[in-house]
């Protein structure tokens, strides 16, 4: 039968009892032996207790090797050979009792009965010594003494004769209540052991228990401490110390939770001396610079007595899901770069605002401001600047801005100034908002610096102002943002409240916006074009081709009207594109019965905003070729305003088209940035001055100064010059005096279809 766990236990307990037991066994035997030797001297032969001695002695020392052997061992060793070792235990018990028992026929004394009886005293009195440690073992006890009581009992019973039978019977019953005793004496010893054992395993256990608590105290992923009466600290685990930022448990010594600046956090605690057990959740500073939010029990200890000697509070450290909650939070409401306000919480704000308006109480206004020429600050500096101007823009905005007002930014140079209410008149709202503006805008009087450069900062605005609930907040945003585009396109600078009717320009804007891909579907576009004259000839030598909207409700409507709609909307791009395809298979009429084109070329508008197109070159020249058109008859007409954003790109484009045999004029000159200077990087052929320019050049003598030195320059750069809107023939004279090469304009001819440029240039021939 297979020993379980605690009887293997039990079993070893023995093993190492019965070799501890060893030496004292072993050296009694053995000095009780020489003894004995040293008495039967002169009454025994010599020769046996010599080789008695001997034997005795070979054992002695084998015992003690195995003794010295044994303790040797590991633990583990002895554990794992106890049966080896046992059974060596067992042979030496036994090889013991059969030398014992050999005395009564090696040395026993024949004819004296005080030694004989010496002897069996002796022998007696070492069983008796041996019992103590073999009674524990049954079966070990009764071959020990059979071993070493036989011969004697069997000697006297059959040898000796009748009276040493009597004492025979003595010592078989001697023999016998030796065994009862051991037997009793036995179970006391094993359950000696065994209580130990027993006690053994209860500290194993009790001890992994205290490990195991320890350890979770210690690990555990939640702080945990004890404190006492006093609100001091006792004992904190790793985690506790770790999140409040104890280097050592030492630390702890100075700690009171009572210095605690949170009354709720201190009630929590103190519930405990009531017996009560508590929770809290929020902020939690124990230490200076730890502001921590926590969840935090707090449950009463109490000791042997029964009463509350402190309590333990369990602290579980949110700090980071808190702060990554309200990160959340603050990202949906406030604006990243700014730290201010942004659109959504400025509506959420400006919903209340409007909700409180119920009768007809002060007013509230709703200020939109935005950068003038933010796009090109963007453009000159990079983004990284831009968004450095912004933030400066911002401190300077908020240093005016009172401390009930939302200031928010509702886009990427685009803030409002929600200020709830005002005054009851209009007039005196007015009043208080044209003080709060010019207050902004004195805090820019002073410029900003950017990468060294000083820019004068300059916003348009526009103001809402409402007093009662009738209109939502989207539509007041809208209508601030309405005003301020009124501002920004009357001077810059002004501030512009909104009225009513103001909105319906952006509204015409949103339907031709959506109309354009409607007209592009239903052919409602058309091309007309208008012819170019040379000034010394009088000839036709070219022509521009423009587009014309015949929408199905409004009529007729002018590209100047729609063509920056799309440009805005991005479908200028198809809008052009159809019109290269018209324009190309147009003016194949333009060719003679020879095949020859009877112009020097056609004029094509192009816009910035698709020249600017990484695959500009390749879509129009694979318009050209598709259409069989030689590149030298046709001239593209750019804006410099538009190229002068980025020039360098511009001019390589530029030069790519040229080498390909197209011929670029620069339309509109005088009226962007226009500087005479640009004219020299860029590779055009003709510069057509701007109706702007021509309209009055007769009347007005700065204007036909600028005319004619732009001719001048023109000329000097070997370029053609064209004068565009002539509508008379003073002011054709004036240009042919000047120097002008050609003119466009209603004096000479109006747009007119294809059918009609074709027979005049056919004529011309
Ligand atoms: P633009 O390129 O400067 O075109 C000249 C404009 O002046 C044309 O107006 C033309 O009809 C007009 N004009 C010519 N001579 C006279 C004159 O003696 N008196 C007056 N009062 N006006 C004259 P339009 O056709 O209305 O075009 C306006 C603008 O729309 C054009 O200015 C051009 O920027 C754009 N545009 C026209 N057609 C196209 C086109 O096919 N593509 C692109 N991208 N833009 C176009
Ligand atoms: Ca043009
Ligand atoms: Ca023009």
Redesign the pocket.
Known sequence: MPLNRKDELLEYDKLNFYYMSLPVLLLGNYAVALFLSVIMIGKVDIYSIGIWILVGTIMFLYGIYHYLSFNKLTEEEKSQQSEKWLDKYYTDTLLNGVIWGSSAILIFPENNSTSQLLLIFFLYAVGFLAMGVFASKKDMLITYVSAMYLPLILRLLFWEGDKYQNIAYILIAITLVMMLVAEYYGNIINNGLASRRDFVNIKESHEKLKDRFLSLFERAPVSIYYYNRDMNIEDANENFLHINGFRSKNELANISLANIRNNKVIQVHNAVFDGKTETYKGPFKLVADKDLYVKLSTVPLINNSGEVSGGVGIINDITNEINAQEKMIKNSYYDLLTNIPNRTLLMDKLINTINSKVDKSPYGALIYMDIDNFKKINETYGHDMGDNLLRQAVSRIEDVIKKDDIFARVGGDKFAILISSIRDTQKDTKGYINNYILRLKDRFSEPIKISGDDNLLSFSIGVMLFNDNTQSAFDILKKSETAMYAAKNSARGTITYYEDGMDDYEKEKFSIANDIHKALLNDEFY??Y?PQIDIKTNKVISA?????WNHPTKGSI???LF?PIAEESGS?IE??IW?YERIFSEIKALYDNNGKFMLERVA????TV?FMQPNFVETFTMLVSKHNIDPKNIEL?I?ESGIMRNIDEAIEKIKALKDLGFTFAI??FGTGYSSLAYLKKLPVDVI?I??EFIDNLHSHPEDAAIVSSVIFIGNKFGLKVLS????NKDTLDDLDIMGCDLY????GY??MHIEKLASIVKEQT
Not at 744 to 747: I, L, N, S
């Open positions: 091309m007309v208008q521009e081709s423009l587009i014309r002018s590209p100047a063509i200028i809008v052009e019109t094509v508008n192009v816009s698709h007409e804006t339309d509109d057509k701007d109706k565009e809107g002539v509508e466009q304009g209603y004096y109006k747009p």
